[in-house]
């Protein structure tokens, strides 16, 4: 069956340091990788797809299919990352979302 | 704004009636999703549409749920004979179906208030 896990609920860092908001999958195809953020008040919004392989705002993600993992990245935390991080697989014919982890960054 | 829409964006209702929500999708996204998300859950998958054609529904979709897309553009939920276990927010997102534009574009939601 798919799934996605996020392991933290919660994840505070401070400003300036590194952050990594853990992504584990389970799929039997070949999976498509998203992380999605929701700041406050928003929409969920797409923030990257591992097939871009693009890097946005300072955020990098790497599809590690041994170890069925896509961990969000960013070496220096700014305090408007702070968000609620989705991570979620495509399917085929839905997304699947993790429960999502609650960043915050502190001054 | 060109993105998808949703509305109404807030709904209370009391338990028994019947709502409907309306989500309009971005106009050449020919697949639509309806996801529903409750507190500290990630959005839980509903069902989906390729234009006009309901492919899959989750069995989180009771018979008391029913979703319509009828020309292909934009789509309706209905919940009938409400419950409070309904309460959540609704999210709608439409996205392509090729594979390398296939990143799904959300709604900000219809939240549900069953009293």
């Known amino acids: 069956a798919q799934r996605v896990t996020q392991p933290e609920k919660l994840l505070s860092v401070f400003k300036g340091a590194p952050v990594e908001l853990k992504c ?33 705002k300072g955020f990098t993600a790497d599809l590690n299919k041994g170890e069925t993992s896509f961990h969000l990245k960013k070496p220096f935390a700014q ?11 495509n399917g085929g014919n839905q997304f699947y979302f993790g429960t999502g982890t609650s960043l915050t960054v502190i001054p | ?87 959540a927010m609704y999210l709608c997102a439409s996205s392509l179906s090729t594979g390398q534009l296939m990143k799904a574009f959300f709604g900000q939601g219809t939240r549900l208030t069953v009293v």
């Open chain 1, 24 to 56: 584990n999958y389970s799929y039997s195809g070949s999976p498509e990788l998203f992380w999605y953020v929701q700041y406050s008040r928003q929409r969920l919004q797409l923030l990257l797809r591992h097939i871009s392989r693009e890097s946005i």
């Open chain 1, 79 to 89: 305090e408007e990352d702070s968000a609620m991080y989705y991570c979620a697989l």
């Open chain 2, 1 to 87: 704004d060109t993105g998808v829409s949703q509305d109404p964006r807030h709904k209370i209702t009391k338990r028994g009636q019947n709502v409907t929500f309306r989500c309009d999708p971005i106009s050449e996204h020919n697949r639509l999703y309806w996801y529903r998300q409750t507190l500290g859950q990630g959005p839980e998958f509903l069902t989906y549409f390729q234009n006009e054609a309901q492919l899959e529904k989750s069995r989180l979709l009771s018979d008391r749920f029913s979703a319509e897309r009828p020309k292909g553009s934009f789509s309706t939920l209905e919940i009938q004979r409400t419950e409070q276990g309904d309460s």
